[in-house]
């Protein structure tokens, strides 16, 4: 079954949604929580990787201007995402899942294969906007401790905003 494209406005919600934490969420300096992998992740697999690229520049840009901190972090964090996307869908859902446009779920695929790609995902996203964000004023290990606090949450919002995104087939 193909990605239909009444995503978009679920899509779109999420991306607010992300403004709202960035906003009104923050709880501790060592917390990042992030909605931004799963979103551009559950970008169709028949995107191209340029396309996906363009889209999560925008997306990341988008929070960057109208939430708190420093312009371009989620933009220069979102786009690596992009950029493996399409490579890792093949890798762990098998390449006809990407040719053929096959949509991803919890329920055909499993929760283990969503949720470990969804965690390579969210590492790549926080280690680049992790190591931007203190470029070199912070300890290497102070850097972990928060990459350490913030992972478990993001990948559970991440979960929780994967099943809201993609269809729920039965095996």
């Known amino acids: 079954m193909k990605v239909q494209g009444n ?18 969420l923050y709880i501790s300096p ?29 997306a990341g840009a988008f929070v960057d201007l109208l939430g708190d901190g420093l312009i371009g972090l989620n933009a220069l964090a979102a786009v690596p995402v992009a950029l493996v ?14 040719e053929r446009g096959e949509s991803i779920s919890i329920y055909k695929n499993g929760f283990f294969r969503i949720a470990g790609a969804l965690g390579i995902v969210i590492s790549l996203f926080l280690a680049i906007y ?37 269809p729920k087939e039965k095996r």
């Open 7 to 24: 995503n978009i406005m679920l899509w779109l919600l999420l991306l607010i949604l992300q403004l709202v934490i960035c906003n009104y």
């Open 30 to 58: 060592l917390l990042v929580l992030t909605l931004l992998p799963t979103i551009i992740f559950c970008l169709p697999a028949t995107l191209p990787t340029v396309w996906a690229m363009l889209i999560a520049f925008a």
């Open 85 to 98: 996307r399409r490579m890792l869908l093949a890798s762990i859902f098998g390449s006809d899942t990407v």
């Open 130 to 166: 992790l190591f931007a964000d203190n470029a070199g004023t912070r300890s290497f290990w102070f850097n972990l401790l928060r990459f350490v606090v913030s992972f478990p949450p993001s990948l559970l919002v991440g979960l929780l905003s994967f099943n809201v995104l993609n």
